[in-house]
């Protein structure tokens, strides 16, 4: 009977319950106090008569502590301020490296503008790194110590083979993606084509190139013989508007350049087409890339391509590609690279 006049006083007290409905900006705030509050399914708190006391007790002590709470701890969502802006020094900055196509005067007259339009749009610094061979280019991506380059044909094949270095754009130069391999000659020279320059002193560009080095090797190889015993002489230049100087002044018979940097070279110094000319070109190859290194941030990637692929699409980006020779940069994929790649593992490792 005891029991039974406890359950009914319990069932008394839900009948005069008193509902309280606790919401806030996010919705409603379940306070969860076991035998003082209870929510039901309309999101409404009721608390019995006989706990109202220590309720109010309860929601006094929440509202003078949050009243105490200083004014430096609370966030307010709608009024949101910029970060803080760092000095540049503090700033890492993008590194760029190209390799030693033209000439290292050469290449920060030409590439300088890209420094200073990415660094715009990225609104950080940008730094120009240049090695000496396409070698030293290709570890430094691999240490990660640049973060996009300008690379060669075979330098981007070793690299790719080697450490995984991936395709970010290409350039397109007179609505292509290609370029060739050039054969050049003294401008009085007799010989018409490879067989004729046995026996004399032939100029590589890099070690790695494909155009300078292991095209002109293969070619040489096509007529049966190796370029140690086939010339008298080879000497590197490490670069291409070297090896066309020293063919214009004599210093070698022959030299094997690449297309894009002979036209660049012509444009820069016409006289040069009264001391050198061309005696053989090669089939059409997939462009020299713009790369980045497998470890480089998905984020980083996706807006370099993004800034990369809009230049064209404004003034001062059209400028800046007029000063590297190139009309816009383009997606490609790695399929366009596997004739030179066939070349590249059929002539097999060369020694510098």
């Known amino acids: 009977m005891g029991q039974s006049k406890d359950k009914d006083k319990e069932d008394n007290d839900y009948d005069s319950e008193v509902y309280y409905h606790y919401t806030d900006e996010a919705g409603f705030l379940e306070i969860s106090l076991t035998g003082i509050i209870r929510a039901n399914s309309r999101n409404q708190v009721y608390v019995t008569e006989m706990k109202k006391i220590l309720l109010l007790v309860l929601v006094l002590t929440l509202v003078v502590g949050c009243t105490q709470t200083t004014e430096k701890n609370v966030i307010n969502l709608s009024n949101l301020q910029p970060l803080p802006v760092y000095a540049d020094s503090e700033i890492v900055p993008l590194r760029i490296s190209v390799a030693a196509v033209i000439s290292p005067k050469g290449t920060v007259e030409s590439y300088q503008p890209l420094v200073d339009y990415l660094s715009q749009r990225l609104n950080r610094p940008v730094e120009l790194v240049q090695r000496r061979t396409y070698a030293e280019t290709n570890q430094l991506l691999k240490a990660g110590e640049v973060d996009l380059a300008f690379v060669c044909t075979s330098a981007y094949i070793s690299g790719h083979d080697e450490f995984g270095m991936e395709l970010l754009a290409a350039p397109l130069v007179n609505s292509e993606a290609v370029y060739h391999a050039l054969l050049i000659v003294p401008i009085d020279s007799p010989a018409e084509s490879m067989a004729?320059?046995?026996?004399?002193?032939?100029?590589?560009?890099?070690?790695?190139?494909?155009?300078?080095?292991?095209?002109?090797?293969?070619?040489?190889?096509?007529?049966?013989?190796?370029?140690?015993?086939?010339?008298?002489?080879?000497?590197?230049?490490?670069?291409?508007?070297?090896a066309i100087r020293a063919v214009a002044a004599g210093l070698a018979d022959g030299a094997s350049v690449d297309s894009l940097v002979y036209e660049f070279a012509l444009q820069r110094d016409p006289a040069l087409t009264e001391r050198v000319k061309v005696i053989a070109i090669s089939s059409a190859f997939a462009i020299p890339p713009v790369v980045i290194s497998p470890n480089t941030r998905p984020q980083l990637r996706a807006t370099l391509q993004s800034i990369l692929f809009e230049?064209?699409?404004?003034?001062?980006?059209?400028?800046?590609?007029?000063?590297?020779?190139?009309?816009?940069?383009?997606?490609?994929?790695?399929?366009?690279?596997?004739?030179?790649?066939?070349?590249?593992?059929?002539?097999?490792?060369l020694t510098p």
């Open 196 to 242: 004729d320059l046995r026996g004399q002193v032939f100029a590589f560009t890099d070690p790695t190139s494909f155009s300078g080095r292991v095209y002109p090797t293969y070619q040489v190889q096509e007529l049966g013989s190796t370029p140690e015993t086939f010339f008298a002489r080879t000497f590197f230049t490490y670069n291409h508007d070297n």
């Open 311 to 349: 230049m064209d699409s404004t003034l001062e980006g059209q400028q800046t590609l007029a000063a590297l020779g190139i009309e816009k940069f383009v997606p490609i994929e790695d399929g366009a690279y596997d004739p030179i790649r066939a070349i590249v593992h059929g002539v097999g490792v």
